[in-house]
């Protein structure tokens, strides 16, 4: 079988190395490079087809929420897995909307993150702290990445004319996300929309 190529991104230099060492030894894999920032990350996922990509959730400067939220705009955007601190229970469903194919517990064993790593490669999804449907109750998630953009942005006291200045989009067509957003999260008018979204950053 072809060895799954894979990235690693982490902040900490003995973590970095010592997920290195794993992947180098395990024969499944072809550890393609390793870097300390969301930045070289990025860079690297540019130029080279990669598979798997393991990113620490704090990895600088931009984070891995932001960096899978650019890797998935990207064509032969490699399957990330976020490996990060299991104290916050919101953590694998803020992973998971921003388009993380997995989530993996920082305390957890190594051989956890690695059968983790063959799962994505095959097109799994694994999100052991998830409850589903939990997530499906939960509207924000429902929204496309477009209109949680366009969400972020609103809750920053936005007009449309700056929202589509922000967003490189037409006012008419900034009229038509808000709609569908308002429709999604079952509100009224963007005070409501912004309320929404304070109460549901609160809670996760």
Known sequence: MPRIEIMLGDGNPLVLSAMSEVFERDPRFSLVATTATAEGFLGMAMRVPIQVGVIDWNLPALGAE?????????ERAPRVVIYGHDQDPGLPRRAMAVGAAAFVSRSAPI????????????????????????????????????????????????????????LGISTNTVKFHLSNVFDKLSVKNRAQAIAFYYSAQAKG
């Not at 932001?66 to 990207?74: D, G, I, M, N």
């Not at 509207?139 to 200045?165: D, F, V």
Request: hydrophobic residues 45%; glycine residues 4%.
């Open 111 to 166: 051989d956890k993150l690695v059968q983790t790593c063959l799962d994505v490669a095959e097109g799994k999804m694994v999100f052991p702290f998830l409850d589903v449907r939990e997530l499906r109750a939960d509207p924000i998630s429902t929204l496309s990445r477009k209109e949680r953009l366009l969400l972020e942005a609103l809750a920053e006291g936005l007009t449309n004319k700056q929202l589509a200045a922000r």
């Open 66 to 74: 932001k960096l899978t939220e650019v890797l998935r705009a990207q």
